[in-house]
Structures are given as C-alpha cells and as structure tokens.
C-alpha cells in the first residue's frame, strides 16, 4: 500500500472517530435507517398520536388524553416526539418519549402554538406561534422569532444539514414554498402561482423538497429542487385529495396522507417518483405522518446499504485495501469479496484490535464494545 493511500485512510478514520464523539444524532452523520411512522388518527373517537411499523404493522396509540393530540414530530435520535396538545385549553407544543410516557409541556402562550419541527442536531426545536415561525430549546427555553411580521408563516422543517429551514408563507397572497437561513434571514421563494403549498419535506441529501400543493378543491403532492432550479414535478397525479408527505430517512419512500379510498383518508407510501403506492392504514381517519430515523448498523448500514461512499465504514476499509468503491446499486458483498480476503484478515480481525483499527471504530459507532486482543475474527452477525 502506498503511503499515500495510507495517509489518506487514516484520516478518514480519524475524521469517523471525530464524527462519532461529537455526540450529534447518528442520522446527522450517516444516513439514518427507517424506523416508526408516527401520525395523527381518529380511530378511536379522539384526535391522538398513534405510531406504527413502516409496512402499516402493530399500530399503538401514544396519547389518551381527551383533549386533540396532533402533528407529531420525531427527534433526531428517535427517542423522542414533539406534538401539539390542547389539553391545557390552549394549542401547546409538548415533548413525550417514543412510547408516549413523560408527555412534558414546552410552550405556555396565549397565542396558538403548533406544526413543531426538530433541527438535526437536537438542540432546537422550530414551530409556528400565532402566524410565525419561533425557535426554542427542547426545554421549551431560548425563544426566538424568525419572521418578519408581514405575513402568516407556517409548516416550518429543517435541512438535514441543518443550516435552512423550509416553510409556508402567503407574503404574496397564495401559500408558497419558500427557504431561509436557520436564523431567519435570506428568505428565498421556491413555488409561485394560483395554488396554495404547504407542508414541505426534505430529501435526506438536502436536494429536494416534496410538499402538498392545493387547487380547486383537489390537491396534489409535488417536488422541487431545493435550490429553486426547475419546475415543480407532480407526484401523485390524482383526483383525491393528497397532501402532508414526509420522505423516509433512508430516501427510498414518502409517506403521505390521501382521501383515495373515501372516509377522511388515510396514510400511504410512495416511490420519491411517485410509483408503487401502497396503503398502510385503513381506519380512514389517519394524517400527518413522520418518519423516526433509527441510527445504522454497521452491517445494515455503513458498510452497504445502497449508498456508500467513501465517508462511511466500508468505504474506509476498502480504501485501506486500494479497492474501488462499491456503487449505489451493488448488493452487499461477501466478506470474502470485502477486499480479497485483507481487510478480514488483516484490518479487521488481527489480533491486536485497538482504537485506531477500522473494526474497533465501526463498533464504537453502533455503541457496541470493544473486542479483546487477541479475539478471533467475529462472524458476521457479531458485527452489528
């Protein structure tokens, strides 16, 4: 190997290891896995949050009070859902666990507090008062107001990066979609013209953005480009009514909320092109979904699960041993093919596994332990 090379791998090594003690949420680093959908249904007589498996399974109800529980959003580490409550009288933002124990009220305001939204890092939560985006910690501290008063701002939601925040706003009359800086300023205009669109979602890579576009009693979902460049793309092309997308963690499917097959609608997916819609709830009276993002698995996840590079685990490794990089389409390989049996026997399971080893790191991720000096070569299913 040249020295070259070997310069180049261990710093990205130490760059994994700077990434993985910063404490940042996983999905904020490496792309994150599909976890729970949670939503808003009716099913029961109340408006609660109710959170389901991906493929619609084992639905659980998370609030029971009588009061309406509604809009629910994930934190970035999933242990977490932000929600609107009226259940003091008046629309509050509250934080509750996944499992809907210790429901905490953040907000306390005369004003309408709703449509909450968590910044990839944690650390601050987005939300629209009376018709304007403020800011707070998950403590409910450290108010800020990001509109400028001249009209109702709304929807607010993250870059995955962090730095600009998608969001509503009727400043020329309709709805339309527009980006701003994270502290407020540069307002950008993406969509213009008779329709009303809210609700916008982010693409995990930060390029585009889906959001529910309403006209002439129909609506539909479309894309756009982040960046404004190109026109819309219309998603679902249907005459229901569909709105309310929220693109899954990994990017390979958009929820939705549609009316297609009657009652007050329900919750569906789709390709990020449109195709393959299917139904996850039935009871027709389920809205808002929200994708959790689970942290990867070193198996599942940073070595090959569609999208490496040369940032995540195996591209790493595969780097150390000068192979080329796995594309987007590939399966994952057999360990044997990792790189012609070196990276098994050499970087991953030496014998003198230490902090600096590819192995040691990718464990360090997961949150698993470390191995011994001396272990013998873990098998596949250890990995992860």
């Keep these: 190997m040249s020295s070259l090379r070997l310069l180049s791998a261990l710093g990205l090594l130490a760059t994994l290891v700077a990434l993985a003690s910063a404490g940042t949420p996983a999905h904020a680093t490496f792309p994150g896995r599909n976890g729970k959908i949670a939503f808003e249904s009716e099913r029961d007589g109340d408006l609660a949050i109710w959170s389901m498996n991906a493929d619609g399974s084992e639905p659980a109800k ?44 953040l907000t306390n305001d005369n004003a309408q507090d709703f449509h909450s939204a968590w910044s990839p890092d944690g650390q601050t939560i987005a939300f629209r008062r009376g018709g304007e985006i403020w800011t707070m910690d998950p403590q ?38 527009l980006v701003m800086d994270a502290d407020g300023g540069n307002r950008t205009k993406l969509t213009q013209g008779p329709e009303s669109d809210a609700d916008p979602s982010w693409s995990p890579d930060g390029t585009q953005i889906v959001y529910g576009s309403f006209q002439a009693g129909s609506s539909e979902v479309k894309i756009i480009a982040s960046d404004g460049s190109g026109p819309p793309a219309n998603l679902t092309d249907h005459a229901a ?78 780097d150390v041993a000068g192979m ?56 596949v299913g250890d990995e992860a």
């Design 62 to 105: 998370l609030t029971n009070d009588p009061a309406e529980d509604f809009s629910p959003a994930w934190s970035p580490d999933g242990a977490r859902i932000a929600f609107t409550s009226e259940r003091d009288g008046n629309r509050e933002i509250y934080v509750m666990n996944s499992d809907g124990t210790n429901p905490v009220r």
């Design 140 to 177: 409910g501290g450290n108010l800020q107001n990001l509109s400028d008063g001249h009209s109702t701002d709304t929807n607010p939601e993250y870059s995955p990066d962090g730095t600009k925040i998608a969001f509503a706003s009727n400043e020329d009359g309709d709805f339309d979609i």
């Design 241 to 318: 009514y569909d709105s309310q997308p929220a693109w899954s963690p990994d990017g390979t499917k958009i929820a939705f909320y549609s009316d297609r097959d009657g009652g007050d609608g329900d919750i569906y997916l789709m390709d990020p092109n449109g195709a393959n819609v299917q139904r996850l709830t039935t009871d027709m009276s389920s809205y808002t979904p929200d994708w959790q993002s689970l942290p990867p698995s070193i198996h599942g996840d940073i070595r090959c699960d569609g999208g490496v590079d040369a940032t995540d685990g195996l591209g790493i490794l595969r």
């Design 324 to 379: 080329a990089q796995i594309t987007q389409t590939e399966p994952c390989p057999d360990l044997g093919e990792m790189a012609g049996g070196r990276i098994f026997g050499d970087v991953l399971c030496n014998g003198g596994i230490d902090s600096v080893d590819a192995l040691a790191i990718l464990r360090f991720v997961a949150g698993l332990p470390p191995l011994q000096t001396g272990a013998g070569c873990p098998a």
